[in-house]
């Protein structure tokens, strides 16, 4: 059984940073993809980040491009989001996701086969 658990998440001034933590469990994903996305209260879920897991390619939203930076650590099955110059419009619940034998990485949570419970990522002015 997948298990993905996401940490991390807190409140940060804006400018700040925060490292996101997902931990995957369940499977071997040498295989997989994995995206980050994010959800604020009232709006649709969008896309943030995405890697593969065993080139270590990457893709990222244009709204967070230059300032978030994803990667894995292979040993210890877990994928990192660095959040730096965080901005307000930047608040929104993280979730990690992970989708199977993709060669192509993937903007749509639709695609994604499992999914996290979130983290809380608050950032003031």
């Known amino acids: 059984q997948v298990q993905l658990v996401e940490s991390g998440g807190g409140l940060v001034q804006a400018g700040g940073s925060l490292r996101l933590s997902c931990a995957a469990s369940g499977r071997t994903f040498s295989s997989y993809s994995m995206g980050w996305f994010r959800q604020a209260p009232g709006k649709e879920r969008d896309f943030v980040a995405a890697?593969?897991?065993?080139?270590?390619?990457?893709y990222y939203a244009d709204s967070v491009k230059g300032r978030f930076t994803i990667s894995r650590a292979n040993a210890k099955n877990t994928v990192y989001l660095q959040m730096n110059s965080l901005k307000p419009e930047d608040t929104a619940v993280y979730y990690c996701a992970a989708r199977y034998a993709s060669t192509v990485l993937s903007t749509s949570g639709a695609t994604y086969d499992y999914w996290g419970q979130g983290t809380q990522v608050t950032v003031s002015s």
């Open positions: 890697i593969r897991w065993s080139s270590g390619s990457t």
